[in-house]
């Protein structure tokens, strides 16, 4: 059920909101065990939120745009009053007093808190492995990974735990996840979403986004999240469309470019290839024009991500130094020993590795050689973007090179770890919006993702030609008998 539909049986009686926050949270408790998604379950919380809007509804108020819609958050957003662990030993016991702008929104809009998703330490890493509270499980297949960083997220939606949920998108966290789970994950325009409450990881590359079952639902979302935030000094001040009003408008005519170098890239499956290719046969089908695009730096985004977004890291993880919140060693002797063992101790190897990445690219002697050229090179990605949009609408890339990959198998290669992000780097490099959308399954019965690109703050454009192909395809009504846990 999607959110407009449930908003009608809701207006009309038909069903409370009590009964699907009821019915959500038992989903929690029959699959979490299997999936772990859920970090924590606010569920008197949850409980209390819905009644709040059956109380509403019953004394004939009128229903904010998203009364009772059970939502789970990555626990990198920081909510009042409830735990925000970022996975991490360092903040393992923090308790945010103030709430994100991003979730307030969502609170204000009516809906439900079930609870705070699992992800990456930090949101650094492609698996949810480095979780130091255990890595969740992609419900299509118990032994893959869920995707990362927000695989917390983007399973729970998959699993039915909740209607949608929230997460941060770095260098694909949204997309990726999404793409592993089958499910729909939305990049925004860098700045179209506040990030003030958001726990930074890259300052500059960070943007928070919804998973949903649907595009429309997705819209519905972004509707509620996007606008300036006097508190957030990133965030854009431009006028929020009407996103859903943009989905029914029509795609045939519009130039679709397939950007040559991701059906090119070293490492791209053939069934995954294969998928997108007929997704966009879909999408001329309807109408639109397919156009062959080159984005000749397209692929140097990796390289360039992983000297930026580790120097940003470096520079935003100094505050965790055992002084002024977070975990503190019991055990040292004097100021710098103290700072050293907790740092140490309270990090997990992947964070601790990027962050002597980003040291070692902003010291001296090797910024010139190492930042700046980063800086130059994504100065040219954009570029390339640009010349891209002069000639299409939308750009067409797989969102991953390959499908969901087993537990451990990348655990002793990290750069092949790094390699599953190659294909949703560049839009993070230049600040577009993108979304991933299901587009067909593997041989084992594992999604597919077809991500979708167009330019700054054309999310219109972006929802209105995902509606359409996810309309036209109905790829969930093909999906394997066995598949989700059941």
């Avoid at 977004?309 to 055992?322: I, T």
């Avoid at 040219?380 to 000639?391: E, H, S, V």
Wanted: aromatic share 6%; glycine share 10%; charged share 20%.
């Amino acid at each position: 059920m999607g959110i407009a539909e449930w908003r009608q049986q809701l207006s009309k009686g038909e069903v409370s909101a009590r009964e699907l926050t009821d019915h959500h949270l038992q989903r929690i408790s029959d699959v979490d065990p299997s999936v772990h998604a859920f970090l924590e379950v606010t569920q008197d919380r949850a409980r209390f939120d819905a009644d709040r809007i059956d109380a509403a509804r019953a004394a004939g108020e009128t229903l904010p745009p998203l009364a009772g819609i059970p939502l789970a958050i990555k626990d990198n957003l920081c909510t009042q009053g409830i735990r925000t662990t970022c996975s991490s030993r360092m903040l393992e016991n923090f308790v945010p007093p103030y709430e994100s702008t991003v979730t307030d929104r969502l609170w204000k809009a009516g809906a439900v808190m079930l609870g705070k998703t699992n992800l990456d330490e930090f949101a650094m890493g492609s698996s949810t492995e480095t979780s130091a509270f255990g890595a969740s499980r992609n419900p299509w297949n118990l032994e893959k990974v869920p995707g990362g960083s927000s695989g917390g997220s983007a399973a729970a939606v998959a699993a039915g735990e909740c209607m949608a949920s929230l997460g941060s998108d770095t260098g694909g966290s949204i997309r990726q996840p999404a793409a592993f789970c089958g499910v729909v994950g939305l990049k925004p325009t860098y700045g179209r979403v506040s990030r003030w409450g958001l726990i930074a990881f890259a300052s500059s590359l960070d943007q928070v986004g919804p998973f949903t079952h649907s595009v429309a639902d997705a819209a519905e979302l972004l509707q509620v999240m996007a606008g300036e935030d006097p508190r957030d000094a990133t965030c854009l001040k431009a006028p929020v469309p009407d996103y859903a009003a943009a989905l029914q408008q029509p795609i045939a005519g519009l130039r679709v470019g397939l950007v040559r170098e991701c059906f090119e890239a070293e490492g791209l499956d053939p069934q995954v290839k294969a998928s997108v290719m007929a997704a966009a046969e879909q999408l001329q089908a309807l109408g639109c024009e397919l156009v062959d695009v080159s984005c000749p730096r397209f692929n140097d985004g990796i390289a360039t991500y992983y000297v930026i977004a580790p120097s940003e890291a470096s520079a935003n993880l100094a505050r965790y130094d055992g002084v002024k919140y977070g975990y503190r060693t019991g055990d040292a002797q004097g100021l710098a020993q103290m700072t050293a063992r907790s740092r140490a101790e309270g990090f997990g190897d992947e964070v601790q590795r990027r962050i002597l990445i980003g040291t070692y690219a902003l010291s001296a002697g090797y910024v010139d050689a190492y930042y700046k050229k980063a800086q130059q090179v994504r100065t040219l990605i954009r570029r390339d973007f640009d010349r891209a949009f002069t000639g299409v609408d939308v750009l067409l890339t797989p969102t991953s090179p390959t499908t969901a990959f087993g537990f451990g198998a990348h655990s002793e290669d990290p750069l092949a770890m790094y390699l599953a992000d190659l294909l949703t780097i560049p839009a993070n490099m230049a600040g577009l919006p993108a979304i991933s959308l299901p587009c067909g399954f593997d041989s084992q019965g594992l999604p597919i993702g077809l991500q979708l690109i167009t330019n700054v703050l054309e999310e219109p454009r972006l929802l209105q030609v995902a509606h359409h192909y996810e309309g036209a395809a109905r790829v969930m009504e093909k999906r394997p008998a066995a598949a989700l846990v059941p």
